[in-house]
């Protein structure tokens, strides 16, 4: 008899256990399969953000440019340390009270604009093309690829992560085309309205951003760990309380209930 009760108490608590670990199973893979999906949802936001911002970027300096080259390029003011750029007629005038001016172009206040925000750690941008005219805007092997496929195809832009001096960087280029305006400093290189003149590359630090990213992850894997715990604590205290519990009285109540009987020479048969 008393054999026959442990095998039950096993039985039991096995059944228990297995039933326990079953649900913390499937728990584990419902809130990790939820989990990595709200955090590839975010990763992908946080991402879709840095790519809007890059494009914001771009349309602002577009808008800076064509604003300059509709007004035949702007005059600002000559430093001790400034030069006349090579590359264009007239590029200086003085007004009656002999204060210097240099005139600049779209392209040079796009390359001093990108030295500005550079130093304040923010992006940089580049002014770049196929046809050179300053070979200091020659480009890299990222915006040559991009100009290359801005020339055989109709994509509109490109987007890379790439590591440079360990660091992460999200790249984007779009097209420049050709506009009227363009033609009073560009008419002697075969352009025509609506070919592509070039392209600006965005540069934007990612170091933070991914950073962050991660930070984000760890905070989730933290949350999904504890929540895991807890709800695997409360199922075995109430699987304790409500069932091996009662279970175990019930057992043994049974158990007295069948010494008795022993004890006082009578069995089940034998009352009534």
Request: charged share 25%.
């Amino acid at each position: 008899m008393v054999d026959l009760h442990e095998r039950i108490r096993a039985l039991k608590l096995s059944i228990s256990l297995k039933f326990i670990l079953g649900c913390s199973l499937t728990l584990i893979i419902a809130l990790g399969t939820s989990f990595y999906v709200i955090s590839q949802r975010q990763e992908s936001l946080i991402m879709g953000q840095v790519e809007n911002e890059a494009r914001v970027i771009f349309k602002q300096i577009v808008i800076t440019r064509s604003w300059i080259a509709d007004h035949g390029g702007i005059f600002i003011e000559k430093l001790p340390s400034s030069a006349p750029s090579p590359y264009m007629q007239n590029p200086e005038m003085q007004d009656i009270q002999g204060k210097r001016y240099l005139k600049q172009t779209p392209a040079m206040v796009t390359k001093e604009l990108s030295k500005y925000a550079k130093e304040k750690g923010l992006f940089w941008f580049h002014i770049t093309s196929l046809k050179l005219v300053n070979p200091e805007n020659a480009p890299d092997g990222f915006e040559r690829k991009a100009l290359l496929q801005f020339e055989e195809s109709s994509i509109k832009e490109l987007i890379s992560i790439e590591t440079m001096d360990k660091s992460r960087y999200l790249r984007y280029i779009s097209p420049l085309y050709v506009e009227d305006a363009c033609l009073k400093c560009h008419s002697g290189q075969d352009y025509k309205v609506g070919d592509v003149r070039g392209a600006i590359s965005i540069t934007i630090p990612m170091d933070k951003t991914f950073a962050d990213i991660s930070a984000n992850k760890r905070n989730m894997f933290t949350a999904g760990l504890i929540t895991v715990v807890s709800l695997i604590s409360a199922m075995f205290l109430m699987m304790k309380n409500l069932v091996l519990t009662p279970m175990k009285k019930l057992q043994y109540s049974n158990e007295r209930f069948f010494r008795g009987q022993i004890f006082s020479g009578q069995g089940p048969e034998d009352r009534g």
